[in-house]
């Protein structure tokens, strides 16, 4: 069965930072492209960022680029969000998801997802 | 960005009913159409891709069609396990943008 765990969720101020990390199982792990997805409560689900098998053209939400850098350790089976100048919208539940297969393009879906990890950025 | 829009944003069924939810899309989106669910205080779940296509565990109750711009998710003989929230998502486009959902109550 495949699992993704994430965790670093936290309170932090604005304009703080945060990295946020996903530890997959049950999967051959460089197989696959990952992506992560947040949902604010009470909101739908956005796609944050997306990256390649071999950690290559990492994409991002426009409401994120440049604040925010998503990597990949295939040794340890994780991604990364690496969050930077947070703000208050930036609040949200944060999941990881497995895409298709290796790569993030057209004819992707998420499956599975993690359980989350919330972020909340407040004063 | 590819807008999606469903309808209607909650519906409430009875047992057994036949439940059906749209999905439009603000351009055509080939088949690149996927369905989830989500319960309270859970994670999304895949329950259709690719339109029509449903993952191993997802009962055959659950059905979905259309293509360019419109979709429906039908759930027939409704059952008590199906309530939640339903969100279509497109992956032709990057971002790959989700409907507002559909919130799903049992009478």
């Known amino acids: 069965e495949v699992q993704l765990v994430e965790s670093g969720g936290a309170v932090v101020r604005p304009g703080g930072s945060l990295r946020l990390s996903c530890t997959a199982s049950g999967l051959r792990f460089d197989d696959y492209g990952m992506s992560w997805v947040r949902q604010a409560p009470g909101k739908g689900p956005e796609w944050v960022s997306g990256?390649?098998?071999?950690?290559?053209?990492?994409g991002y939400a426009d409401s994120v680029r440049g604040r925010f850098t998503m990597s990949r350790d295939n040794d340890k089976n994780s991604v990364y969000l690496q969050m930077t100048d947070l703000r208050a919208e930036d609040t949200a539940f944060y999941y990881c998801a497995r895409l298709t297969d290796g790569s993030t393009g057209p004819y992707n879906w998420f499956d599975p997802w993690g359980q989350g990890t919330l972020v909340t950025v407040s004063s | 960005d590819i807008q999606m829009t469903q309808s209607p944003s909650s519906l409430s069924a009875s047992v057994g009913d036949r439940v059906t939810i749209a999905c439009r899309a603000s351009q055509s989106i080939s088949n690149y159409l996927h369905w989830y669910q989500q319960k309270p205080g859970k994670a999304p779940k895949l329950l259709i891709f690719g339109v029509s296509n449903l993952p191993n565990e997802v009962p055959s109750r659950f059905t979905g069609d259309g293509s360019g711009t419109d979709f429906t998710l039908t759930i027939n003989s409704l059952r008590p396990e199906d309530f939640g929230t339903y969100y279509c998502?497109?992956?032709?486009?990057?971002?790959?943008?989700f409907g507002q959902g559909t919130r799903l109550d049992i009478k």
């Open positions: 998502q497109q992956s032709y486009d990057a971002p790959y943008t």
């Open positions: 990256i390649n098998w071999d950690g290559s053209s990492p």
